[in-house]
Each structure stands twice: as C-alpha cells, then as structure tokens.
C-alpha cells in the first residue's frame, strides 16, 4: 500500500529527526587508522557489518518486534537483549539516543489505542514495533531499515575517506543484493541465530571515543 511506503520512507529519511547523521558506528575510526581509505574498502567494510555484525543482529531483533508490538514484556526483554549485545559504549548511547528520538517524533502517527515501548528503546526495537503497531509488511521494513543504515554508512566514507559521490553510489548499488538477501533471512530468524564476528566494527567503536579529533559521535 502506498500509504505504508510512505511511512517508511518519511521515518527512515535522513530528514526524520532521530540524529542518525551524528553516528558512524567505529567508520570515522577506520578511516582515521586507514583500515578504510578507498571505495572498495568501504565496501568491504559495510559489508561486513551488514551481513556478520551489528546491522544483522538489529535486523534479526527488528524482527521479532515487529511481530509483537503490544506486547510489552517482549518488547522489554527484546531491549534487554539488544542493549546487552552492543559491546561499546558509544555504540549503547548510539541506539538508545537515536531510539528515543524515533518514539518521540513517531508520536505524529498516533494507534489506537496506544501500545507501551521499553524506555530506554533501542532504535531497531522502535522502528519495528511501530512498523508492526501500524502492520506494515516485515520484509519491507527489514529492507527500508538495512538500506536507510547502509545509506548513512556510505554517507560517512563520502565525506571521510572521501571517496566521492559516484562511488558512494556504486557502493549503494552494489550492496543492495546483499540487503535483499538479508531481509529474507531475518525475518525468518530465530534469536539463537543472534551472532557476530565483526570484531574489528566492535573494536573500533571502542576506540572511537580515544581518537584526538572526532566528528562523529561514534
């Protein structure tokens, strides 16, 4: 329905006001120690993320919130689990901030009647309650959430590495295959399939907040 596409694309823009811009998730860190300095590095790097890290476990607890959305002791255990999952401290500040910021500007598109968030909510916890509060298809969110992350991250490496527009955009496209294919995975996921081994995304988060001069908050 084009009304369900509308809203996930007003609440995944860069324009919607949860702060996301201000968040590169250990990138800027990567950058600095030139683990990332080209276009097909960067690649490498979101890859990573997306299909071994943090943005499939968010995806796979997106899921499992979008099926219970009025249900507020999942919902709690889900933010449990999630906070319990960010192994940095800046990468915790990162979801709750941005989560919090999702619940208050997502209060424009009132239920009825109204269901109960975990406080703190982290951001994948929200996103998919709300998309499941409003019964918007689970895969369509799943890609709206993986794709509008992915966006961001090349968005860092544009302005950082810099790499530029067009291969930010060739980044962009050749990613979108791997978003695809994991959508379909995580909406089917149980939360024993929750796993990473992107440790060098982990570790550099953590030393993020050491690096001199920082322009990004994570």
């Known amino acids: 329905m084009s009304a369900d596409l ?7 823009s860069p324009a919607f006001p949860v702060g996301a811009f201000a968040w590169s ?4 860190t990567a950058i600095v120690s030139r683990a990332v300095h080209d276009r097909l590095t960067a690649q490498d790097w979101i890859s990573g993320a997306l299909l071994h890290g943090a943005l499939r476990t968010d995806a796979i607890l997106m899921a499992h919130a979008h099926r219970a959305p009025r249900d507020p002791r999942t919902l709690r255990d889900l933010a449990d689990l999630c906070l319990a999952l960010t192994p ?5 500040a990162e979801t709750t901030m941005t989560g919090n910021a999702f619940v208050t500007a997502a209060a ?3 239920v009825d009647p109204p269901f109960d968030l975990p406080k703190p909510c982290p951001y994948p916890i929200a996103v998919g309650a709300l998309a499941g509060v409003h019964a918007i298809a689970l ?13 961001g ?10 790499i530029g527009q067009t291969d930010g955009l ?6 979108e295959p791997q978003i695809a294919q994991l959508a379909d995975l995580c ?21 993020h907040e050491t690096l001199p001069t920082r322009i990004f908050r994570s």
């Open 187 to 207: 909406q089917h996921a149980t939360l024993d399939e929750i796993g990473s081994v992107a440790y060098g995304a982990d570790i550099a988060q953590m030393q």
């Open 88 to 92: 940095a401290r800046e990468r915790h």
């Open 108 to 110: 424009a598109w009132p």
């Open 153 to 162: 991250q090349v968005s860092v490496a544009v302005r950082l590495v810099p």
């Open 6 to 12: 509308q809203k996930l694309l007003t609440w995944l």
């Open 139 to 151: 895969r369509d969110t799943l890609v709206g959430y993986l794709t509008a992350t992915v966006h």
């Open 170 to 175: 060739a980044i962009m496209a050749a990613l």
């Open 25 to 28: 998730a250990g990138l800027e």
